[in-house]
């Protein structure tokens, strides 16, 4: 028990080897030329400390970004951030203590839809609505099936549900709780959305079962529910879409170097008339040393008019055996 975690274990002959790594998980950004999109500069840490954090969520002005955070593994807690002042500040609320999580802020910044982890033998995922400065919060449903990702507007949140071991999309009315399928598959599971600026336009990814993701967009149209047949790819084995401040970028993250560890950022223009990707994917930014954990979830990044925002780690780490006793087996 720690701070590290192990990974990739493999056994043979009494024997295990695998890898131990700190978990050195932060917040960075690194600054974009407002005209091409384009990284410039160094990193910069903005936040600092063990642990994970995650589920991105920024107003439309760019000013404050909502996270979630759990270090040393002690509780959950939602942090709000003035990219501004670059000073944060936890948020409380007059409903629920701790163990928040999966945050979504609203356009303007007055709103705050989060969820809580539920123990029991079913899962439940409620969602409640907060009022912000202020904190007082409002239980939108006991179980909403999903959690929240994103706010079209100051009333119909985007959440991502679950079921049959595929993720969906649904849209969920904030004001009433009614709730209806937005982006589904028979055969992918869908996730990790993001609208774009204007409102008219969902990126995601899909994959099916064993395989890659690929990363598609399509019209959000009057809010029914969109058909496969209306899916245009942006790019395959990739994952994580995020829009440019004015929706002319579609960023995502490819598959490099693996699944699970992301150290590239490509992004292509978009035609924010015809929906459809325009020209050839470029390159925006990459890293050598600090990857994405994407085998955590919620760990998109996003951007603002002049900076993208990232959870990052170092994720080097040793390589470690450990002898087994073989010398009583059970039957």
């Given at each position: 028990m720690g701070t590290e975690m192990d990974w990739f274990p493999t056994g043979a002959n009494g024997r295990v080897?695998?890898?131990?790594?700190?978990?050195?998980?932060?917040?960075?950004?690194?600054?974009?030329?407002?005209s091409s999109g384009v990284a410039s500069g160094p990193l910069r840490r903005l936040t600092r400390g063990p642990g994970i954090l995650g589920h991105l969520s920024v107003t439309s002005d760019g000013r404050t970004l909502a996270y979630f955070s759990v270090r040393a593994r002690v509780a959950d807690v939602l942090l709000?951030?003035?990219?501004?002042r670059n000073s944060e500040t936890v948020f409380a609320d007059d409903a629920v203590g701790t163990d928040k999580g999966f945050p979504a802020i609203s356009p303007s910044g007055a709103q705050l839809a989060y969820s809580t982890r539920v123990a029991g033998p079913r899962a439940v995922r409620p969602i409640y609505i907060a009022q912000l400065p202020d904190g007082t919060s409002r239980l939108l449903c006991e179980d909403c099936g999903g959690r929240p990702r994103q706010w079209l507007d100051e009333r119909m949140l985007l959440i991502e549900t679950f079921g049959s071991r595929r993720n969906t999309l649904a849209l969920l009315d904030t004001a009433t709780g009614e709730r209806h399928e937005l982006v589904a598959s028979p055969e992918r599971s869908v996730t990790n959305?993001?609208?774009?600026?204007?409102?008219?336009?969902?990126?995601?990814?899909?994959?099916?079962p064993g395989g890659s993701p690929d990363v598609y967009v399509a019209p959000l149209g009057s809010g029914a529910s969109i058909s496969e047949f209306d899916w245009a790819v942006v790019e395959r084995s990739a994952s994580h879409p995020f829009w440019s401040a004015n929706g002319d970028l579609l960023y995502y993250l490819p598959t490099t170097p693996s699944v699970e560890l992301r150290n590239i950022v490509r992004a292509r223009h978009f035609d924010r008339?015809?929906?459809?990707?325009?020209?050839?994917?470029?390159?925006?930014?990459?890293?050598?040393e600090m990857v994405v954990p994407a085998m955590i979830t919620g760990v998109a990044p996003i951007a603002?008019?002049?900076?993208?925002?990232?959870?990052?780690?170092?994720?080097?780490?040793?390589?470690?055996?450990?002898?087994?006793?073989?010398?009583?087996?059970?039957?």
């Open positions: 080897a695998y890898v131990t790594i700190h978990t050195d998980q932060n917040l960075w950004s690194v600054s974009i030329d407002a709000i951030r003035d990219l501004a959305p993001r609208v774009s600026p204007n409102g008219r336009w969902v990126a995601f990814d899909a994959t099916r008339s015809s929906g459809q990707p325009d020209g050839d994917a470029f390159t925006v930014f990459s890293s050598t603002t008019a002049d900076q993208i925002i990232f959870v990052l780690g170092d994720f080097r780490g040793d390589i470690w055996t450990l002898d087994l006793d073989t010398s009583s087996r059970r039957r």
